[in-house]
Every structure is written in structure tokens, then in C-alpha cells.
T-cell receptor, first 114, second 114 residues
């Protein structure tokens, strides 16, 4: 069974600073990987995804992530944090070639300090 | 395009009572998912439908949870009888088909069992 681990349940950065949210997966076969964002009392919104091809993936709102097979990682970054980025972020994996449901990490709460 | 609709948004019940949640996916989406999100955790897949057939219900507690999607469109998730540990947000998501890697999520139903 695959699993997704997000390091740090809370991450705090200053406005304008680099955002780095860590995600590692455990799977015998490289899965499809996703980052979702959840604002309070809202559903999940897809930020970006990696399926095949280029390992550096760009998403919405200036976020990007790099798939590193050797490190089984898919960390999320944004060069300059904005107050509106404060939210819960979830990393997720799908090992069924897209056919199965998602396995989610526990989430990281991103706090932006003014 | 209308998103995934869920109702009710909030529900409070006593333990041992029954409760039902409703989901209307995006029009034309063949695949529908129900996820359970306990406070402080990532969503966990309960059941996946393809049209009106069940693809995966391996994590659905079948002694108390049931779900149906009779006409391949709307879906209901039922809990009977509810336990305190069922307190969670229940998220519905849909995608065009099993092989579509982007699922769209509804806002969820927050269930509190007292």
C-alpha cells in the first residue's frame, strides 16, 4: 500500500519569503502526484499535478513542484509568499495510472506572517 | 460550469442516530468519490463509483456506512448508526472518468456526532 508523508503540520513564513512544503511518497511504482489547497470551510482545489514527462511542474498561483524519483519526493515551492496563500495544503498520490482514488498526506497548515 | 454540490453543509446528530448526505457531481462526470476528512488529517477515500457501479469500497465501514448512485448521477452516503468517531467532513468529488487525473471537490458536509 502506498503512503504519503508531509513533513511539518505547520509551516510559518514571512510575507515575501520562500515557501517550501515537503512531501514524500512510499510506493514501489512511481505514482501520479498532486498538491491540493484547502481554504477554511471550502473543498479542495487542485494546485498542480505530476503524471508523466517533465519533472518540474508549474501550477496556479505561482506554485511549482519537482518530482524527484531518487528521493521519492514532490516538494511544493513558491518564491514569494503572499498573505492570500495562508491555507491548508495536501499532497496526494494515485498509483492506479489515474484510475484510483487519491491517498492524501495529513496536510500542512501554511501561516504567513506580515 | 456548476461545481460539485453537496448538502447539507452542516449536520449535528446524536450517536446511534442515522444520517444521509447528498452529492450532485459536475454534469457529465462518470466517476464519483466520497472521502472522509477527520479533523487534523487528510481526506480518506471511502468509496469510488464509475457511473452506477462501485469501483472501490475497500475502506468503507460496511457495517454502518452505505452509499449508492442509482442512476449514475447523484449519490447518497448514509451512516446508520452513527458513532462519535464518525465526526468529520465528508467530501464528494467527481471526474470525467476513472482515467481523468483531475478530480473536482465539493465544499463538504461537516458532521458532528454528540
Amino acid at each position: 500500500a502506498q503512503s504519503v508523508t508531509q513533513l511539518g503540520s505547520h509551516v510559518s513564513v514571512s510575507e515575501g519569503a520562500l515557501v517550501l512544503l515537503r512531501c514524500n511518497y512510499s510506493s514501489s511504482v512511481p505514482p501520479y502526484l498532486f498538491w491540493y489547497v484547502q481554504y477554511p470551510n471550502q473543498g479542495l482545489q487542485l494546485l498542480l499535478k505530476y503524471t508523466t514527462g517533465a519533472t518540474l511542474v508549474k501550477g496556479i498561483n505561482g506554485f511549482e513542484a519537482e518530482f524527484k524519483k531518487s528521493e521519492t519526493s514532490f516538494h511544493l515551492t513558491k518564491p514569494s509568499a503572499h498573505m492570500s496563500d495562508a491555507a491548508e495544503y495536501f499532497c496526494a498520490a494515485n498509483s492506479g495510472g489515474g484510475a484510483d482514488g487519491l491517498t492524501f498526506g495529513k496536510g500542512t497548515h501554511l501561516i504567513i506572517q506580515p | 460550469e456548476a461545481g460539485v454540490a453537496q448538502s447539507p453543509r452542516y449536520k449535528i446528530i446524536e450517536k446511534r442516530q442515522s444520517v444521509a448526505f447528498w452529492c450532485n457531481p459536475i454534469s457529465g462526470h462518470a466517476t464519483l468519490y466520497w472521502y472522509q476528512q477527520i479533523l487534523g488529517q487528510g481526506p480518506k477515500l471511502l468509496i469510488q463509483f464509475q457511473n452506477n457501479g462501485v469501483v472501490d469500497d475497500s475502506q468503507l465501514p460496511k457495517d454502518r456506512f452505505s452509499a449508492e448512485r442509482l442512476k449514475g448521477v447523484d449519490s447518497t452516503l448514509k451512516i446508520q448508526p452513527a458513532k462519535l468517531e464518525d465526526s468529520a467532513v465528508y467530501l464528494c468529488a467527481s471526474s470525467t472518468d476513472r482515467w481523468d487525473t483531475e478530480a473536482f471537490f465539493g465544499q463538504g458536509t461537516r458532521l458532528t456526532v454528540v
